[in-house]
């Protein structure tokens, strides 16, 4: 059962790694959008050679979802989604890459429309990262 969990060092909680993820002008980070989530990874060259785990970060804006039962609620479902299906991808978990999901739609969401959404976007992050260590 322990093998289906996500630990701490799953979680993307370095303010630094997150500003690099987000800054404007950097080429090395991609997005991708999946409807009701956008997909923003990178590579963490520091710590490609440590062959770390991909970590995460969920982002549910209050400016979509005002009530924070809702938000509560999409993130719990993105994070299950996200725990249930990253391990399909074991390419993403020797990279070192930082990911973040963040929630685009304006309401609520069922949960098997976030799963088809994560499972969309971790595929194609993989295809991409795949790609590139091809070239």
């Given at each position: 059962?322990?093998?289906?969990?996500?630990d701490k060092a799953h979680?993307?909680?370095?303010?630094?790694?997150?500003?690099?993820?987000?800054?404007?002008?950097?080429?090395?980070?991609?997005?991708?959008?999946?409807?009701?989530l956008r997909a923003v990874?990178?590579?963490?060259?520091?710590?490609?050679?440590?062959?770390?785990?991909?970590?995460?970060?969920?982002?549910?804006?209050?400016?979509?979802?005002?009530?924070?039962?809702?938000?509560?609620?999409?993130?719990?479902?993105?994070?299950?989604?996200?725990?249930?299906?990253?391990?399909?991808?074991?390419?993403?978990?020797?990279?070192?890459?930082?990911?973040?999901?963040?929630?685009?739609?304006?309401?609520?969401?069922?949960?098997?429309?976030?799963?088809?959404?994560?499972?969309?976007?971790?595929?194609?992050?993989?295809?991409?990262?795949?790609?590139?260590?091809?070239?």
């Amino acid at each position: 059962m322990k093998e289906q969990g996500l630990d701490k060092a799953h979680k993307l909680c370095s303010a630094t790694a997150i500003d690099m993820l987000f800054a404007r002008g950097t080429a090395d980070a991609q997005s991708a959008l999946a409807y009701p989530l956008r997909a923003v990874w990178r590579e963490h060259s520091a710590r490609r050679n440590q062959s770390e785990v991909l970590r995460f970060l969920i982002s549910i804006p209050k400016k979509r979802l005002k009530r924070a039962v809702w938000r509560v609620l999409m993130r719990r479902r993105v994070r299950e989604a996200f725990r249930l299906h990253w391990r399909s991808y074991p390419a993403l978990d020797t990279r070192g890459i930082d990911l973040a999901l963040i929630y685009v739609a304006d309401k609520e969401c069922s949960y098997a429309r976030v799963e088809a959404a994560v499972v969309k976007l971790l595929g194609k992050i993989h295809d991409q990262e795949t790609a590139d260590t091809a070239d």
